[in-house]
């Protein structure tokens, strides 16, 4: 499981990338594709056309760390639905973790939770 801040977004390129990209190319990436800035210290998570390898980019103490896994067997599947137009969609750190593991999340639901402050707005 990741643990990371609530203040850390998680970023997934829905561009296909040459996975031959290292820290500087990806980087790149992550400004020209994703439009944002990867020193921001966001988690940038980039798939290739078959969507059986993904790089996780991030910028954290000084330097950009490298996280990547390469499926056997199978693909990283999407949760969300993507926008047309979109480069990009935000997915959260325990979604992101589901799909290193390679469960198919389309096939699962959320529950609602519980929100105070939605009950004191009704």
Avoid at 27 to 50: E, M, Q, W, Y
Avoid at 102 to 121: F, H, K, S, V
Wanted: glycine share 6%; net charge positive.
């Amino acid at each position: 499981m990741l643990m990371l801040p609530s203040s850390v977004k998680v970023y997934i390129s829905t561009v296909p990338i040459d996975m031959r990209k290292s820290f500087d190319g990806l980087a790149g990436a992550t400004r020209s594709i994703l439009r944002n800035d990867p020193l921001s210290g966001h988690l940038f998570v980039f798939l290739n056309k078959r969507a059986d390898l993904v790089k996780v980019l991030w910028w954290s103490h000084g330097g950009f760390s490298l996280y990547a896994k390469r499926l056997e067997r199978g693909r990283f599947r999407f949760l969300k639905p993507v926008e047309p137009d979109s480069a990009q969609v935000e997915v959260s750190a325990t979604e992101l973790a589901m799909i290193l593991d390679g469960i198919d999340l389309g096939a699962t639901r959320r529950r609602r939770l519980w929100n105070p402050a939605q009950r004191a707005a009704s």
